[in-house]
């Protein structure tokens, strides 16, 4: 009877890893997609504004991008649990409103709109700093996942057959 339970428990074990394992890899595949669409919609917004500065009547195109990068935003605030990671992101938002501002001001002038250029580079360093925190959180929910499985073994090491735990007690590595 203890080998039937001990079976089970093990079954059971092995079905939770299996659980936690696509969550963290479907959760990982949403949020790189989610980073890469960031830093692409900033690219084009960067483009949309280039756009504007050609001719103000693109302000439509540049709308457009700004709620692509607006929806990526919100996104990734899902995804993303640190608070460093969250604070890049409402920083991002911030500088985004703050282009947005100017860009589509009806009174905007030229140079009111290339003045803004530059900032688009804040804009990609930010992205990029959220996509590699989000990468980090993943790396850390693997990690999670890695440490549950070396104690679902039974053993400090980790190894589903451990050379001391088979020499002697189970806690002895």
């Known amino acids: ?10 079954a059971l074990q092995i079905q939770q890893l299996a659980d936690s394992s696509r969550t963290v890899a479907s959760a990982g595949i949403g949020s790189a997609r989610a980073s890469e669409d960031l830093m692409s919609e900033v690219l084009l917004l960067e483009r949309a504004t280039v756009l504007v500065l050609a001719d103000p009547k693109n302000r439509d195109v540049y709308r457009v991008h700004d709620t692509q990068l607006t929806a990526s935003r919100e996104q990734l605030v ?18 985004q409103n703050l282009i947005a501002t100017k860009v589509l001001a009806a009174d905007a002038s030229t140079a009111t709109v290339r003045a803004t250029l530059p900032q688009f580079d804040d804009m990609s ?13 993943i790396d850390a929910e693997i990690a999670a996942i890695q440490r549950r499985t070396g104690e679902s073994n039974g053993c400090c090491c980790g190894r589903a057959v451990c050379w001391f735990r088979w020499r002697s007690s189970p806690r002895s590595c």
């Open 125 to 137: 360093k930010l992205a990029q700093h959220i996509a590699v925190q989000s990468n980090v959180e």
């Open 78 to 95: 899902h995804q993303l649990n640190s608070a460093e990671g969250r604070q890049a992101l409402a920083q991002l938002g911030a500088l």
């Open 1 to 10: 009877m203890p080998l039937l339970v001990a079976i089970f428990n093990a």
